[in-house]
């Protein structure tokens, strides 16, 4: 006897199938990984046994979770891509990333820690991300809003760790405001003309004052207190003289 599926238990069953993915991304995210399967049914409000059948182990349960994320991340990205000017399309896709991707580190590093992933559906899910990344970062540096140095590579680095910085801030807005101004680092910079060297300001007046400046003999600067001026007590007048004078 052959069972007829019909149109709506279908769509129950598509229902339930997003409900768990749901509920199961929002416990990996908050758990840990070593949340039951009964916990994330409960939290659907399904029971196990509709778990099971359409994840029949959590590493199952666990790659759909991810593979959703990827392509709900490549849907935005390519929704941006059609309405958006391409700099505003690029940096609004990027923490649109960073946002829904902090809570879910317990994910990433299953994937970068087991030698089986990625597994064909998952790296399917990753191509496409990449490359709906990559072209959204081509189209921002041809409108001259990003750096030209900048790499698909270098713009993942940035994200991980915008996300990593977001979820170490309890307070939310204020880390929005940080992940915000780190990739603002990638915007051309039109009034920087030399790389410019992170130095003790102080140091470096002292290191400008290296020779007197009445007689022009060389100095010892000192690591500490006022910077010296003069090589000593007669060039130290003669100036104070000159001032005087003027």
Known sequence: MTTVISGGDRADARRNRARVLAAAGKAFAERGLDVPLGEIARRAGVGAGTVYRHFPSKQALLEAVFVQHLNDLVASGERRMARLAPTEAFFTFLLDVVERTHGRGHLCDVVAA???????????????????????????????????GIAPDDVVSLTVGCAAMLAARRD???????????LDGLRPSSDVTEPAEFRDASGVRRAAAASCEECGAALTVRPTGR??????ATCRQRARRRRLAD
Do not use: K
């Not at 939310?172 to 780190?182: D, F, S, Y």
């Open 114 to 148: 087991d030698a089986s992933w990625p597994r064909p559906v998952l790296a399917a899910s990753a191509l496409r991300f990449r490359q709906v990344l990559t072209a959204l970062l081509h189209a921002a540096q041809r409108a001259g809003g990003v750096r030209a």
């Open 172 to 182: 939310r807005p204020a880390g929005l405001v940080l992940v915000r101004l780190t």
């Open 227 to 232: 910077p010296v001026r003069y090589c000593g």
